[in-house]
């Protein structure tokens, strides 16, 4: 029988974890004896987050340098990973961003799109047959309840029609992100390989602050003051990483340690197909 799920020495990568909730969930896994590799797009960034791991928890970081919004970085950052022999255990998708104003990736991808659900999409497909080797292994994805109020036109993933405006284009990323989780635990079913999605809820992160203008100062203030600390928004994510209750489940998303139902929009079987499609049109990968 195999036993139960325990984080201890397994090998877990973190998108996003030189800041706000993907560094606080990278400190916890550590903390909790695994080995870590942090993900990040600067450098000095991921090793300030390594620097700051190792002095709390005595167990040193490894980093993987990638900016998520280049489909080329990440077929890179992949291809290293899967040369090196290095097993993957759990993958926590957890990078993403706001942009003021509408911007497209180097690829021509509207931003938040590409690198809040497109990256993730792309990176863990790649990823996937090194967590089926490693299995029993996991994936969490970092959605959020914004996606609530998104709905996604297959004819528009990219977002050129219409009224843009930024929380809209959020809420449609962490929208897609809920319908790939589902279409991936069922593609995943037998494999050993779970995945689940979390809403930490609201972070007292820095996330509205990469954009100047996007919220104003005081309530930039506000936030980092009434919201809860990032390690605290960390327990859900950290449930679905790290908890043995969880074996074998898949497919379910969670928020303040609660199961729930996501809001899929429009809820109708081809969407998960159509958008399955785009998004290997629009990365190159595939379900292996
Ligand atoms: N804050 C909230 O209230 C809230 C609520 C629900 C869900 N979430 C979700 O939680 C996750 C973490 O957000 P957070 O609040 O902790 O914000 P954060 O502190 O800004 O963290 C975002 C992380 O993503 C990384 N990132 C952004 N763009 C990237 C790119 N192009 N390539 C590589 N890495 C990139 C950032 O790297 P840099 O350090 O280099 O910028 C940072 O490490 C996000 O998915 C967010 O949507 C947040």
Redesign the pocket.
């Known amino acids: 029988m195999t036993p139960p799920w325990d984080v201890r020495d397994k090998t877990c990568l973190v ?10 969930v990278a400190t916890l896994l550590a903390r909790r004896g695994a080995d870590v590799v942090l ?4 450098r000095a ?1 991921c090793e300030a987050a390594r620097d700051g791991i190792a002095r709390e928890t005595g167990r040193t970081p490894g980093i993987v340098v ?4 280049s489909r080329k970085e990440i077929d890179r950052a992949a291809a290293e990973w899967l040369a090196l022999e290095r097993p993957l255990h759990l993958l926590v998708a ?5 942009t003021r104003h509408r911007r497209e990736s180097p690829d021509g991808i509207e ?1 938040t799109m590409a ?2 659900y497109l ?1 993730s999409f792309q990176l863990t497909l790649r990823l996937l047959p090194r967590l089926v080797r490693s299995a029993p292994a996991r994936i969490v994805i ?5 996606h609530r109020i998104a709905t996604l036109d297959p004819d528009d993933l990219e977002q050129r029609r219409g009224w843009w405006w930024f929380m809209g284009a ?1 809420a449609k990323s ?1 929208l897609a992100l809920l319908f790939f989780q589902r279409e991936l635990a069922r593609r995943l079913a037998g494999t050993g390989v779970t995945v689940n999605a979390v ?12 954009e100047p203008g996007l919220v104003a100062p005081a309530a930039s203030w506000l ?1 980092k003051r009434l ?1 809860p600390s ?1 390690e605290k ?1 960390a327990r859900t994510a950290m449930h679905l990483a790290a908890s043995p209750d969880l074996d074998g489940v898949s497919g379910t998303y969670w928020r303040f340690m609660e199961r729930k139902e996501p809001r899929y929009a429009p809820d109708r079987p081809d969407m998960d197909r159509l958008l399955w499609a785009w998004s290997v049109a629009r990365t190159g990968v595939d379900f292996p």
């Open positions: 998108t996003g974890a030189t800041s706000g909730h993907g560094l606080a993900l990040g797009r600067h960034k990638c900016e998520l919004s957890n990078a993403g961003l706001v931003l690198v809040n990256a970092v959605a959020s309840d914004a959020y962490k809403d930490p809820g609201p972070v007292a992160s820095g996330i509205a602050d990469h936030i919201f990032p928004a």
